[in-house]
């Protein structure tokens, strides 16, 4: 008797264990988002900002338009 209650007492604290731990659907889009934010950080950190020019500038923002736009894009 006494293994059966170690062994009940063993599945009781797993069972509680699994019961804390989120679900799968969130885990899931927790990392969708953390590599989507590791892309977006590295392609940030190529863009320069130096404006001489008019030009220049309406790349710029055309550059982080694009960024703005990948922002409503996750998991499309």
């Not at 063993?10 to 892309?39: C, G, H, I, Y």
């Amino acid at each position: 008797m006494h293994v059966c209650a170690n062994v009940e007492e063993r599945q009781n604290v797993l069972m509680k264990a699994l019961q804390k731990t989120p679900p799968k659907s969130f885990m899931d889009a927790f990392l969708e988002l953390t590599d989507w934010l590791a892309s977006r950080e590295q392609s940030l950190h190529t863009l320069m900002f130096i404006v001489n020019d008019v030009a220049t500038m309406d790349r710029q923002i055309a550059q982080l338009k694009v960024h703005r736009l990948d922002r409503y894009c996750i998991g499309t």
